[in-house]
């Protein structure tokens, strides 16, 4: 993407922050972000000295994009709001972080003449922003658009240091749900794992963790079993 945007985002989290960070270090101007909480706001102008914050309505304005990191049923709702007060103008660029919805999100503001795409990267944001601007860089991005202006949504990824990945909306279901279940399940173990070695007063559990851990992740992945039987688990080896 050779021109330089002027980029707001909806969303002052863990997700809007670092996106927020890597749009700059892109060297896109990121001018505003959507947010009303103090601690919040503090945060984003510590991320990035001067820039604006306020609801969403007036973060919209002069944005050439704007990405909306916010909850996938929250958007309709803001969209259904930015449209009523005349907000949004054609040719806008509006993109999603939501994993479980693709463009179709922005339907409500389809006739205006937006440029609708999603974009998720598929990480674990922690609030820490060097360590998730480091993941980003790590990380593939789910990506949909209309055909069209799809290479637009994968060319930003690539800037934001991620590999693209188109995901559509028909595949969005299953795909949120690997990415929770993946999440879920991790720390769920991690953290049973971590408890049994506490309690039995071994040293250093989550450094003697760390290995067996990537270990089986790697393993996991290049023998790619889909299908399992609990019963394997508590027997601790998968044939």
């Known amino acids: 993407m050779s021109n330089r945007l002027a980029v707001s985002i909806i969303g002052a989290g863990p997700v809007g922050l670092a996106l927020a960070k890597a749009i700059a270090d892109a060297g896109h101007s990121v001018m505003a972000i959507a947010t009303t909480d103090p601690e919040r706001i503090e945060k984003a102008n510590s991320l990035l000295p001067g820039i604006r ?73 922690t609030g820490f922003n060097s360590i998730d601007r480091a993941r980003l860089h790590e990380s593939y991005f789910a990506v949909d658009a209309p055909k069209q202006v799809l290479p637009i949504v994968q060319t930003l990824a690539i800037e934001l240091g991620g590999e693209p990945i188109h995901v559509p909306g028909a595949a969005r279901a299953n795909y949120a749900e690997a990415i929770s279940v993946a999440s879920t399940f991790t720390n769920l173990i991690v953290g049973q794992s971590i408890k049994l070695l506490e309690e039995a007063n071994v040293d250093k559990p989550r450094n003697l963790l760390a290995g067996i851990l990537r270990s089986s992740v790697e393993e996991a992945l290049r023998n790619s079993v889909t299908e399992i039987d609990p019963a394997d688990l508590l027997d601790g080896d998968i044939e």
């Open 53 to 125: 914050t306020g609801d969403v309505t007036s973060v919209v304005e002069g944005a050439d994009l704007i990405v909306f990191a916010a909850p996938a049923a929250a958007i309709p709702v803001l969209i259904k709001g930015l449209v009523a007060t005349n907000s949004l103008i054609p040719g806008q660029l509006l993109v999603s972080t939501a994993p479980e919805v693709g463009y179709e999100v922005f339907s409500e503001a389809f006739a205006v003449g937006v440029v609708p795409m999603s974009m998720h990267p598929a990480m674990r944001f």
